[in-house]
């Protein structure tokens, strides 16, 4: 069995992964056990390997990416997007990232313009303006100030 030891966001990780058996392999994570399966990866001749080398497979787990404690936010650029269509006349802004709403623009019965900045989302220490998208009446406020919310989640909603 190979042990390795790796330090991510501070946080050390002891891991072992055994032998590989018929594709699969247990790798223990701080004494927490997981089967891990090697799945064949469609590439081209020119590229990468065809399959995930085992020494890499414990990084792809889920649970031992991070500790449950630190959120999983990737760099991911913000862009002012047409919001999400809800019915014929309502239509829902969203978070285009992972963080936390700092301050709310609007309160349901505000007219909004296009590109009305409608809300404020902290992600990665950096401010993000939330725009409506286009003009209509905010219908509901799903969200309050220091809420938590995931990339897609609905924030605003706006009706013609």
Do not use: C, F, W
């Amino acid at each position: 069995m190979a042990e390795y030891r790796y330090r991510i966001n501070g946080h050390t990780y002891n891991i072992e992964i055994g032998a590989e058996n018929g594709g699969t392999i247990e790798v223990s994570v701080n004494g927490k056990v997981y089967t891990v399966e090697r799945q064949e990866i469609s590439t081209t001749a020119d590229m990468a390997p065809k399959s995930i080398p085992v020494q890499k497979t414990a990084a792809l787990l889920k649970d031992t990416a991070r500790p449950a404690s630190t959120p999983n936010v990737q760099a991911t650029p913000v862009q002012a997007t047409a919001p999400s269509a809800l019915d014929a006349n309502t239509a829902a802004v969203t978070a285009p990232l992972p963080g936390t709403i700092i301050s709310i623009k609007v309160k349901p019965g505000d007219k909004v313009t296009a590109n009305q900045t409608v809300a404020v989302l902290e992600a990665m220490k950096m401010e993000n303006e939330i725009e409506a998208g286009y003009a209509g009446t905010v219908s509901e406020v799903k969200v309050a100030e220091r809420d938590t919310v995931l990339e897609g989640a609905v924030l605003i909603t706006i009706s013609n």
